[in-house]
């Protein structure tokens, strides 16, 4: 009688646990945070605002009390080799806030102290190091975040600790700060400015894009050459468009001096900005009204409801996650495209970007599109968690 061999000690040998990395992608982030502390400068001091300066590693700021970052890392570095699970993400998160707080709060700690020892002229900036450093470690807590209360958008949850430490004034030494201070005027006037531009496109666009897409919907004689048309101009360059309304506008302004049009400024941003944002929300429209099932309209027909009752409560609310998912696209796409609307005299943040490249000062440029940035979260946050409420009631 044949049969499979068994272990001369008669006892039947069980296989160990792997051990080994449980979650790659943390592993990956702390390793390129590792990097980057390591071959990248964390801040640095130059004699003036046009000089790149000397750059300064994180290790050698970091005495003190401040060896306390490590904890939060350690945890970090103990997760890779965990298994995952709710609660394990919650303190991921946790220690993702605490270290960027923490690392926000040491370059502010050490500018100071530095500005301490240097003349009236010179300055403090941030380096490369800490900027990854800080899109790394947002990275760890937005996907913890996510882990943990999967469709919440909970991701600015972790800017709380750099707010608090910016309206303390914490952060006041450093060039950044300082460039602020100098152009606080400036800057309150470009931010209303840039919102300007942006609501005012989005407003237009919503108009017109609500029109075409209620027209396209059901109709592919008039959706293919409608997409066909906004898909082309997509494809037309930004700074291409801008250019290419200033010749029409400037002579409608020309011929009807009263009716205020000109070739720059306003007028050519704003339509440049709304035939960008046509095509995302005219797509959104004519798919979520696609997206209803044929049983939900027929119900609602043998119930008795007139085809004005059927739009407005039936199939309106049924497409308005996907029509709002495509306004959060368009908004977050208008808040960037309209800083090249700087280039033709429109203002905004823009203004102050091309003024700081055009004299070589990086904490300039860094002033105008920090709060762009900041700006496309907060609308991406807010209307994602607005999409998310009504999906879950829907």
């Keep these: 009688m044949t049969g499979a061999a068994v272990p001369q000690s008669g006892i039947v040998a069980k296989a160990s646990p792997a051990i080994g990395v449980r979650q790659r992608v943390a592993a990956v982030l702390l390793l390129a945070l590792l990097l980057t502390w390591w071959l990248l400068p964390f801040l640095r001091v130059a004699p003036n605002r046009l000089l790149s300066g000397q750059g300064l590693a994180i290790e ?21 080799w965990m298994a995952p699970n709710r ?13 960027l707080g923490g690392v926000v709060a040491l370059a502010g700690a050490a500018a100071l102290r530095q500005s301490a020892a240097l003349t009236p002229l010179a300055r403090v900036s941030l380096g490369g190091g800490f900027w990854i450093s800080v899109l790394l470690i947002w990275a760890i807590g ?23 430490l910016l309206a303390g004034g914490e952060l006041d030494a450093l060039s950044l700060l300082k460039e602020y201070a100098n152009r606080q005027d400036v800057f309150l006037a470009a931010g209303w400015r840039h919102l300007q531009l942006v609501g005012l496109s989005l407003l237009v666009a919503l108009v017109i894009g609500c029109a075409m897409g209620l027209i396209a919907s059901g109709r592919s004689g008039i959706a293919r050459p409608l997409f066909a048309t906004l898909n082309l101009i997509q494809t037309v360059p930004s700074i291409a468009l801008f250019g290419l309304l200033m010749g029409p506008l400037a002579w409608i302004g020309r011929a009807w001096p009263s009716s205020g049009v000109q070739g720059i400024g306003l007028w050519p941003a704003t339509i440049a900005l709304v035939a960008y944002a046509l095509l995302p929300i005219v797509h959104g429209i004519v798919a979520g009204f696609q997206q209803i099932p044929a049983a939900v309209l027929e119900a609602a027909d043998a119930m008795g409801m007139s085809r004005q009752q059927r739009f407005w409560q039936v199939e309106t609310p049924l497409a308005l996650p996907l029509l709002l998912s495509a306004v959060r696209l368009t908004t977050v796409q208008l808040i960037g495209l309209a800083v090249v609307a700087a280039l033709i005299g429109a203002g905004g943040f823009g203004a102050i970007v091309f003024q700081g490249l055009s004299s070589s000062a990086l904490d300039l440029v860094l002033l105008g599109v920090v709060p762009v940035v900041a700006l496309a979260l907060l609308v991406d946050a807010l209307f994602a968690i607005a999409v998310t409420s009504l999906e879950r009631t829907r």
Excluded: E, F, K
């Design 87 to 99: 609660g394990q993400h919650a303190l991921t998160a946790l220690a993702a806030a605490s270290l």
């Design 60 to 80: 050698g700021l970091i005495s003190g009390g401040w060896w306390l970052l490590l904890v939060p890392l350690g945890w970090l570095a103990a997760v890779v």
């Design 142 to 164: 937005a996907d913890a975040l996510q882990r943990w209360q999967p469709g919440r958008r909970l991701s600015l949850l972790l800017l709380i600790g750099p707010v608090l």
